[in-house]
């Protein structure tokens, strides 16, 4: 794990602007944003395992619950029927039933769930056939935020900040015009992800 501030140093050591103060540091903070969500969501996509949080709401009658959740979700996990101290999971839609599902009159739970991205209100969730009521829980995982300030710490899987460290003095390097160096600051990423990623069914020696 890292500060922000650490990684920012690291970074500017990395693309050889330890001396400089270009670019700056409110533009550095801005690339070691960008750059721990693309490292986050390279992980991800690597196999790490990553926490998710749990809404719950109540279906009205009409086939869509809007998730309404802070900041911008990356995925969601699961759909849960709720049931007294029961839950029930939701299978994915299978757009060929979709029809069918439709002009099945109101229900005491759904059976079947859709995800959808609506840029105005956020995610989405489409459950059929249409409840009249009910309790659903909806796991999703929110994508990473920002390192808000220099003493912010980033608690990533290990060596995961080097990524970060990486990918930023790569940006900076391009900000500079220093393409060759930025280029091989991000064959250096890719090796390093290789490595770290390789080491994700490993979070859980027991398993």
Known sequence: MATRAQIRTRARSRADQDLSTFPTDT??????????????????????????????????GTPTITLGAAGVVAFVRGVYYK?????YELRRLNEGNRAELLSVPGTDKAEFYDVRIDVAVGPVIEVLPVPAAGTYRIEYVPEVADLAADGTVWYGPARSDELIVLKSASKACRKEGNSQLAQELDREYLMLLEKVTAMASWFDMRN
């Open 27 to 60: 533009q550095y903070n801005d690339y070691i944003n960008e750059s721990m969500r693309e490292a986050w969501y390279d992980l991800v996509a690597g196999g790490w395992p990553v926490d998710f949080t749990v809404v719950v709401k109540t279906a009205t």
């Open 83 to 87: 049931s007294g101290g029961e839950y």
